[in-house]
């Protein structure tokens, strides 16, 4: 095998973000300051980020370019790996302010959320799996940590146990799957799956591909594997939260669509009617608990959870998963739910025993911080999906998905999950505006660089729902 | 000669089963190291001698080790035995116990069905695994120092006395 | 060309400083911002239409593609603007007229509360319209058409602390509501069955898809008309219009005489191709002109609030409009739709002008003498309403007028014809007696005089268009509508002309003998015994208001009350039932325990795992 | 060296698995769910050995290698959350973290 400088070129964005987990390290180990360690983290992640864009140079003719066998770097990876690292980027501008008035350690947690980054990194572009394993390990344990990162709160550390244990349950679920499927096969390549599949029948590696679907369906927190995530959301710091909804179900997202495309076709026809059956499931139960929730944060897990359901209608309608319409799909979730967790965040602080997560805590919200207000009003109607917002044209995409397969089934689930979705985002908004409540919370300032981030994240929602043609080709250009 | 591993199986199946009934954490913590002896023996005869010796080394010795210095730190005394037994009521093993048959069920079902492929025909010694961790698996090792630095970081951090500073 | 967008874009911005800003804006300022969004519109539409006609053909087309929203396999929502010689007309008349009309506004309205808010919805308003006209797809159109609708009713409701006010709002949106779902249907039947919704399109594919007379051509056409009806109040949809009158006088002015109730005329222009192959409808069209201008011009007769006069006035010129479509006569409507926005506009803000200067005293019958107060609104008066009753050769309403009953006679319509001529007769006599009695006669009040340089800049400009003057404006429309053709068009012009001059100057007589002066043969005919009973039913608008009361709303209402507990409903708050029952078993499962989240992973993986086995085995057999 | 069928070793394994997974739905002490996740983790560990030595090949070993390396991550991150969990609740009585729900 030949190593060289060439050869690891394309992975300059994970070089570079554990450059910069390394170099946070040194930096704290010389002397420990907040600032120091929040500008080397920002300037990583750009750095990974132009670096991502100069590798890539949008370009028209993308070569998919392999890394020894783990990596396969193809215009999949640099489109989830830029918004794995956008997603981190915005998720540590959040931090910033939450962690400042929090009186432990605070410089740990960038590195952890750099090495998460990482993780993130290395999920999307495997093609392997090892390194699929280890690039979700990577995502999952720093994540861990960050959870429960602020434990003297007990909900952080009771968020914490919960996510520990179940999500390595769901590890083991992984790696037992992965090994029966290498029993059967002989390999772990993705691109000789489908080949080495034909090749030794019986139905071991079948099994062991649905127990890593089951793994994944955690981590995208699908029902009936989905209890999890309202208690993991609600107890771990806002910033937390964005990243856990953001970054980790993108690059899970990203890694399951390339491995679904490597299998059988026989395989996809066993898998679909059982993902199908989850994803209405996931779609009625997160709009059902969504419904009387007055905690925000519990409110998103449980809307994040029919989200996913939504999706994965484009992975399992048709014979072949509709990489386009995941990608637009994901592309405005991505935002729109990085802007609710950003206003949430902004409100929120480290050293406070709890987040501002009551609904009540945005009570009149308008009359004290009307464009954090105007923003979340925003975004509530884009997580509902209302036309000329990003969230809408996520869903279209998954509509036409279903219209083209006649996927009737699946499209009832939609709309009436989408319904049902109407109610509570919009109780949320009316609580906006609502001058008569009490507000518990007057006294908090908004941050302001979240705040700004929040404002740009709400503009780039409403960019993409009102145009959004020039995102559409070019992810059109991606596969 | 495969009655040695039958009898490694057992041994493995029996002292787990030991770990997850018992109500004593460090008796349960002996029978854990048990099981991976035993896992480590079958390891041995699998031919793959490497990870046999790297289960012994790391899982039963170090990783082990940890849980024990804990259970030591948090002075867990008899009481703890009692509370143990008045939570494992049969009550509570229903239906966790019958989940876990019909999977059990599930899986031996997939594995009767089919032909015997034999295992354990190659000696896959130490060497063969370096090349190939120092070769194809370059990227995964270097990963997984990551991944180890973020586990130290976010144990260290986890770990701290609220009172602590710095 | 290119700055096309920039008529639909600086109302847009006008609109939003205005609703964010709010009560932060001083009055100067809000007017400023809210008159000069209309000021730069209408200076892009000059130059916009200079470049127009200097350098696209008689006939022709500029399209400017805003942008492609979205493009989804064959599913192309693209979002353009269409200017031609129909749609460059309407512009010119929305954002000129609507200039001036802002201009004399932003002096009518000072001292008003909720001054930004007005201009707020009136640039809203502009918008919506231009968007109406310049979209080319009907989805567009659509969404401006709406976005009129709601402007109308939040302005027509500008005064919403009378209760009164608040009625006729809404009774305007749900009249034109009605309308609208009729539209809305049409545009579903067209899209149905020719698969898409741009305009030019559909010119295009409606001859090839249909034949003359086919019953989806007929019922999108029908449908299409409902919605135009409704907005241009004609029959049976008309009865909001008078009420309308609640909102302030500029709204009256700009959107209940100038544009906004047009829209129906400019629809059914736009659409000709589908009309022309249902003759039928387009024949309907007509006589439903007919029929309304006739009702409406009865109705005026007797009213006594100036606004509402001038309201009748309005269905009826609309009506004239809509006979002139009927008889094939696109252009000499189109040519009418541009005169009667001149004049009606000057004459409602003439009738501003007089309420101001009554101190907001509406009744005719209280003001009197009026000419020597305040002369030059008299002067516009006379011009407007001159031009209403198409005064021959001095006004610009007697060439557009004659032009819709020339082709009306020459069409062989006969009977259009006919009622057009009755009509016109009407319309001189109440033109008059309105004159008569609110300028001339015995002084009632105390006027005082007014002025100001808002006040008679738009007045001025107005009178000016109103005369003659405004005939020789050419409207482009060679090669986008259908020209007229009749052999008998020569030969029957001077018999026309003749005649409608005649009714005009009999008309004027009339009123010169029954409402100059005393007005006793007024009063004895009112006070007998056919007048007794006629005249509150003409008053009410021929008693449609009381038919449609009885004919829907006291049914709705029994309906309603029989339905009291809402059998219906009941059905619906199962849903909801529903839901909490979901929630309420879902919330069960979310207890916060570890082990139980540990065992619906546990029973997850069973099931999935057992179902692919088993579908694994099922399929391999 | 024993040439057993592949079948009979992934039994083994799937047999500590289930162990484990029962352990990890049953068991209410902290320090016994983790020892438990340890269980599972070794199951896939014995898995992969076994799948590895039906091929021969050495990938089987490496995957336990890093199985291995997340194993102890997993410990120490669940072992210090253990310490803190016990300082806060004086109980390693997992049912004590259910404060939210619903």
């Known amino acids: ?128 799996m090892a390194g699929f394993f280890i690039g979700l390990e990577l995502l999952s344990v720093p994540v861990y940590g960050m959870v429960a990162y602020t434990h003297e709160r007990s909900r952080s550390l009771e968020a914490g146990v919960k996510y520990l244990i179940l999500s390595a349950a769901a590890s083991a679920f992984l790696l037992f799957g992965m090994a029966l499927v290498y029993a059967q096969t002989g390999t772990m390549l993705f691109a000789d799956l489908a080949d080495k599949l034909a090749e030794h029948g019986g139905y071991l590696a079948g099994f062991g591909i649905a127990m890593i679907v089951i793994a994944m369906c955690f981590k995208l927190s699908l029902a009936p594997f989905h209890l999890w995530t309202p208690d993991v959301y609600q107890g771990a710091p806002a910033p937390v939260g964005a990243l856990l909804a953001t970054a980790s179900k993108l690059a899970i997202i990203a890694i399951l669509i390339r491995f679904l495309g490597h299998i059988t076709s026989d395989l996809t026809a066993v898998l679909q009617p059982v993902l199908a059956v989850i994803a209405i499931v996931s779609i009625a139960v997160g709009n059902f608990l969504a419904l009387t929730q007055t905690n925000l944060k519990r409110m998103l897990a449980y809307s994040s959870i029919a989200h996913m359901g939504y999706l994965l209608i484009a992975l399992i309608a048709g014979n072949s998963v509709d990489v386009v319409s995941a990608n637009v799909y994901l592309l405005t979730y991505v935002v729109t739910s990085l802007a609710a967790f950003g206003a949430i965040s902004a409100l929120s602080h480290g050293g406070n025993a709890l987040d501002a997560e009551e609904v009540n805590h945005y009570r009149g919200l308008f009359y004290r911080s009307p464009a954090l207000a105007v923003a979340l009003t925003l975004v509530m109607l884009s997580l509902a999906g209302i036309p000329l917002t990003a969230g809408f044209i996520g869903k279209f995409y998954i509509f036409m998905t279903g219209v083209t397969t006649s996927s009737w089934i699946l499209l009832a689930a939609l709309i009436i999950g989408s319904g049902l979705g109407l109610y509570y985002y919009l109780r949320v908004m009316v609580a906006l505006y609502d001058r008569t409540g009490n507000s518990q919370a007057d006294n908090v300032p908004a941050a302001r660089a979240s705040v700004a981030i929040v404002i740009l994240l709400v503009v780039l929602v409403l960019w993409l729902g009102v145009y959004p043609q020039p995102a559409l080709e070019f992810i059109n250009t991606l596969h | 000669m495969e009655i040695a591993f039958y009898i490694a199986s057992a041994i493995a199946i029996y002292a787990t089963l030991r770990v997850v009934t018992n109500t004593n954490p460090v008796h349960a913590l002996l029978s854990l190291i048990v099981s991976l002896l035993a896992v480590a023996a079958i390891f041995f005869m699998l031919g793959a001698p490497f990870a046999g010796a790297l289960e012994i080394i790391v899982y039963a010795g170090a990783i082990m080790v940890l849980f024990v210095f804990v259970v030591m ?94 | 060309m290119n700055f096309l967008y920039l008529t639909f874009l600086f109302p847009a911005i006008g609109f939003l400083l205005l609703a964010t800003l709010r009560t932060r804006l001083s009055e100067n300022l809000a007017a400023v911002i809210g008159v000069g969004s209309i000021g730069l519109s209408a200076l892009t539409t000059v130059y916009v239409g200079i470049d127009f006609l200097n350098n696209v053909e008689q006939g022709g087309k500029y399209v400017q593609t805003l942008w492609t929203w979205m493009h989804v396999g064959d599913f192309n929502a693209s979002f353009g603007l269409h200017l031609d010689g129909l749609s460059l007309t309407m512009l010119g008349v929305i954002t000129g ?135 241009s109040a004609q029959l049976p949809l008309q009865t909001w219009l008078a009420d309308a009158m609640a909102g302030p006088t500029p709204v009256s002015a700009l959107i209940h005489a100038a544009t906004m109730v047009t829209a129906g005329v400019y629809l059914i222009a736009r659409t000709h191709t589908v009309f022309e192959l249902a003759p039928d409808v387009l024949l309907l069209v007509g006589v439903v002109g007919a029929i309304t201008l006739l009702i409406a011009g009865f109705s005026a007769l007797v009213q006594t609030d100036i606004k509402r006069v001038l309201a009748y006035s309005t269905m009826s010129q609309i009506g004239y409009m809509f006979l002139a479509l009927g008889v094939g006569a696109w252009d000499a409507a189109i040519f009418h739709l541009m005169t009667h926005a001149f004049f009606k506009a000057l004459l409602f803000l003439s009738a501003g002008a007089v309420i101001i200067a009554c101190h907001h005293e509406q009744n005719i019958f209280k003001m009197g003498g009026l000419w020597k107060k305040i002369p030059f609104v008299y002067a516009c008066f006379l011009v407007g309403g001159g031009a209403l009753a198409a005064f021959p050769f001095l006004t610009v309403g007697f060439f557009s007028k004659d032009a819709i009953l020339l082709q009306a006679y020459a069409s062989g319509h006969t009977n259009l014809f006919w009622a057009g001529l009755v009509g016109a007769f ?162 069960v499962t979310e207890n916060g325990r570890v082990r139980w989240y540990a065992t619906s992973i546990a029973l997850g993986a069973v099931l999935v795992l057992g179902a692919v086995l088993v579908l694994q085995v099922t399929f391999t057999h | 060296m024993i040439a057993i069928p592949m079948e009979q070793g992934l039994a083994v394994a799937g047999v500590l698995f289930t162990l484990g997974l029962v352990g990890v739905m049953v068991r209410r002490n902290i320090l016994f769910l983790l020892m438990c996740l340890e269980v599972m983790m070794n199951a896939a560990a014995l898995a992969f050995i076994v799948a590895g030595s039906r091929w021969g090949a050495p990938d089987g070993q490496v995957m336990f290698i890093l199985i291995l390396t997340l194993a102890a991550a997993e410990a120490s991150i669940g072992l210090a959350i253990v310490l803190q969990f016990y300082r806060r609740h004086h109980s390693l009585d997992i049912d004590v973290a259910s404060e939210m729900r619903g």
């Open chain 1, 1 to 128: 095998m030949n190593l060289s400088f060439e050869t690891f070129l394309p992975l300059a964005p994970v070089i570079l973000l554990s450059l910069t987990a390394v170099l946070v390290m040194l930096a704290v180990s010389i002397k420990r300051n907040h600032c120091v360690s929040y500008w080397i983290t920002i300037a990583g992640q750009l750095a990974a980020l132009v670096s991502i864009f100069a590798l890539d140079g949008f370009a028209v003719d993308r070569v998919a370019t392999p890394v020894t066998d783990l990596i396969l770097i193809d215009g999949h990876a640099y489109f989830y790996g830029a918004l794995v690292i956008f997603a981190s980027l915005v998720c540590t501008v959040f931090l910033r302010n939450f962690i400042e008035s929090y009186g432990n350690n605070k410089e740990e947690v960038y590195m952890l959320l750099l090495i998460a980054a990482v993780g993130g990194l290395v999920l999307v572009s495997s093609s392997h």
């Open chain 2, 73 to 166: 730190m948090l002075n867990i005394g008899p009481a703890v035995a009692m509370q143990e037994r008045a939570w494992l009521t049969p009550k509570t093993w229903v239906v966790p116990a019958i989940l876990a048959a019909v999977l059990l069920a599930e899986m031996l079902y997939l594995l009767r069905d089919g032909t015997w492929n034999q295992a354990g025909h190659t000696l896959v010694d130490a060497k063969q695994v370096g090349i190939s961790l120092f070769g194809p698996y370059l990227l995964v090792v270097e990963l997984a120092s990551l991944l180890l630095l973020a586990a130290l970081v976010a144990a260290y951090h986890l770990g701290k006395r609220d009172d602590q500073n710095g």
């Open chain 3, 97 to 231: 007229v609507g200039f001036f009309i802002h201009l004399f506004a932003s002096w009518y309205m000072r001292g008003e509360a909720g001054y930004e808010r007005f201009f707020s919805y009136m640039n809203l308003f502009v918008a919506s319209m231009v968007l109406l006209v310049l979209g080319d797809n009907l989805g567009l159109l659509y969404l401006g058409w709406e976005g009129v609708g709601l402007c109308s009713y939040l302005l027509i409701g500008f005064y919403y602390s009378d209760r009164a006010n608040g009625e006729a709002a809404i009774k305007a949106f749900t009249v034109t509501r009605v309308g609208d779902v009729f539209m809305a249907i049409g545009i579903f039947i067209i899209f149905q069955q020719l698969g898409t919704l741009d305009i030019q399109q559909i010119l295009v594919l409606a001859p090839q898809k249909w034949s003359e007379g086919d019953p989806m051509v007929v019922a999108a056409s029908l449908m299409l008309l409902g919605g135009a009806v409704g907005k």
């Open chain 3, 426 to 587: 009407f319309t001189s006599i109440y033109t008059f007696r309105l004159i008569f009695i609110v300028f001339h006669g015995e002084e009632k009040t105390h006027a005082h005089s007014i002025h100001g340089f808002s006040y008679w800049l738009p007045l001025g400009v107005l009178l000016v268009l109103s005369t003659f003057v405004g005939s020789f404006i050419h409207q482009p429309l060679e090669g986008v509508l259908p020209a007229f053709t009749s052999a008998t068009l020569e030969e029957s012009k001077h018999f026309v002309e003749i005649l409608a001059i005649a009714t005009g100057l009999i008309g004027l007589a009339f009123a010169f003998v029954f409402f100059w002066g005393e007005r006793r043969i007024a009063k004895s005919i009112s006070e007998s015994g056919l007048g007794r009973l006629l005249s509150p039913v003409l008053r009410d608008g021929c008693g449609f208001d009381w038919l449609y009361n009885w004919l829907f709303v006291k049914p709705y209402l029994f309906i309603a009350a029989i339905n009291r507990h809402d059998a219906i409903a009941k059905l619906f708050d199962l849903i909801p039932s529903l839901a909490k029952l979901g929630n309420s078993a879902m919330s």
